[in-house]
């Protein structure tokens, strides 16, 4: 059965929207981890809309499983990763006006900038993914760079309907399969939520889930720990 990070940005959203200490997303990490959680997501942003640095220091001295950092390939976040150590950084796109990861890393003509970015992270014993779009040239462009994986973009799936849908799925179907055959680690995420997953959970390549909106969305009402329960008896 796939492992499933819960990202808990969103529980920062709500408490950055009064600038307070509540809802606290280190607590929803610890009850999402009692629901049976494998590891944590976060997203640190440049603008810091949600996640901030003190949650992200506090969720590597508590979280249990693994934690995984969220970033832009910037210096800035390259010194935090390097200081933080979490156990997987995620290297995404950001933009400032998105109001969430838009699109995967363009990562084939920049293959030999993002080599020398995660070179340092690697070193330091951190594991880095690539959040790229499902398609078989930016897979092997992952390989080149030497990532230990990449995170395949599930947001085209989870947005059409119909047979657009089935054919965005076949995609990422045959990316996992890519993906694995290159003895890459194969995680996939954005826009998951209950109604969607089953079908690429039945995608037996990939090993990991990353969700964050529709697990925070659901916990208000069922509470975390039940909301993270019922994501995995789906994934499951
Ligand atoms: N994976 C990546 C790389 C993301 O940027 C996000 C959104 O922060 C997620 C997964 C989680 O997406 P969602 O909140 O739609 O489940």
Redesign the pocket.
């Known amino acids: 059965m796939a492992r499933l990070s819960v990202?808990v940005?969103?529980v920062a959203t709500v408490r950055q929207a009064r600038l307070g200490v509540d809802p606290d997303p280190v607590s929803a990490a610890f009850l999402a981890e009692l629901g049976g959680a494998s590891g944590i997501?976060v997203?640190l942003r440049e603008d810091r809309r949600h996640i901030q640095d003190r949650d992200l220091a506090l969720l590597k001295r508590t979280t249990k499983g693994e934690l995984n950092l969220?970033m832009a390939a910037t210096v800035e976040m390259q010194k935090i990763a390097l200081e933080v150590k979490p156990d997987l950084v995620?290297l995404?796109p950001e933009k400032r006006e998105e109001l969430?990861?838009e699109g995967g890393l363009e990562v084939r003509t920049q293959i030999d900038l993002i080599k020398k970015f995660i070179n340092p992270l690697s070193v330091a014993g951190i594991k880095v993914n690539l959040?790229i779009n499902p398609d078989p040239d930016s897979i092997k462009a992952a390989h080149k760079i030497g990532a230990d994986g990449v995170?395949l973009?599930?947001?085209g799936y989870?947005n059409k309907k119909g047979r657009e849908r089935e054919l965005e799925l076949r995609r990422i179907q045959d990316s996992a399969v890519l993906t694995k055959r290159l003895k890459l680690s194969v995680?996939a995420?954005?826009?998951?939520?209950f109604g969607n997953i089953r079908e690429v959970a039945d995608i037996r390549e990939i090993t990991e889930f990353?969700?964050?909106?529709?697990?925070?969305a659901r916990s208000l009402y069922v509470g975390m720990e039940n909301a993270v329960r019922e994501m995995k008896r789906l994934i499951g």
């Open positions: 990202n940005d969103h997501t997203h969220e995620t995404v969430t990861t959040f995170e973009h599930t947001g989870a995680h995420g954005h826009g998951l939520d990353a969700i964050g909106f529709s697990i925070v």
